[in-house]
């Protein structure tokens, strides 16, 4: 089955320093990968989606960004992180498949990166 | 807009009891559902999902139903336990947004001894 790795679990930084978020994924080849952030106490925002390497959707116009060099690797980045910046944020990766309509695959999520952006 | 939400926000109940969690969903396009249960300082786990073509799916002590006169949906927990202490989180998927779920605000569930 597939397992998504997220590090480090906790993470503060200060206004203006970059940022580096790592995921990685296991039991699956050429999976869907997605970075969300959940704000305290609410609902998860899609942030990026990506069905392949080098391939990259963002959703919503940001201050962060996402790669995707490898076929099991996905990064969110920031050059200069903002107060805003700061929440949970979570990787998910569903199997291949479901960007064509095969959706009946659900999406599996790692436990997350606490970012606290002081 | 589209959106997913939850009629309420918390749900106390008492161990043993029977939990239901509702969602509303205002995209009669939804064709995929999915809820989710995040514990604290963790991802959210997959429970249990239904496409639309269906009105009701089992699992282990969950069952799912699916209204989509009303675009209802709701996860029914039976015997609840302490264990299931958590947010319940519905989601949904429709084929024109390609494989990305949107999430509802989430139902913090806390079990009573």
């Known amino acids: 089955s597939q397992t998504i790795h997220q590090w480090p679990a906790t993470l503060v930084q200060p206004v203006g320093s970059p940022l580096s978020l790592e995921c990685t994924v296991e039991g699956t080849s050429n999976p869907n990968l997605y970075w969300y952030r959940q704000a305290a106490g609410r609902g998860l925002q899609l942030l990026f989606y990506?069905?392949?390497?080098?391939?990259i959707s963002s959703e919503v116009p940001q201050n962060l960004s996402a790669s995707r060099p490898q076929d099991r690797q996905f990064i969110l980045s920031s050059k200069k992180l903002l107060l805003s910046d700061s929440g949970f944020y979570l990787c998910a990766g569903s199997p291949a498949g479901v960007a064509q309509g095969v959706y009946n695959s659900p999406l599996h999520f790692g436990n997350g990166t606490r970012l606290t952006v002081t | 807009g589209e959106s997913v939400g939850l009629h309420l926000p918390t749900l106390s109940v008492q161990e043993g009891d029977n939990s239901i969690i509702n969602c509303a969903y205002s995209n009669s396009a939804s064709d995929y559902f999915i809820w989710y249960k995040q514990e604290s300082g963790k991802g959210p786990q997959f429970i249990i999902d239904?496409?639309?073509?269906?009105d009701k799916r089992q699992g282990q002590r969950v069952t799912v139903l699916l209204n989509k006169t009303v675009k209802h949906l709701s996860l029914q927990i039976a015997a609840t336990q302490p264990g299931d202490s958590a947010v319940y989180f519905c989601a949904e998927m429709r084929e024109t947004s390609g494989s990305r779920l949107t999430f509802g605000e989430g139902t913090q569930l806390t079990v009573n001894p």
């Open positions: 990506s069905v392949g390497i080098g391939q």
């Open positions: 239904i496409r639309s073509n269906m």
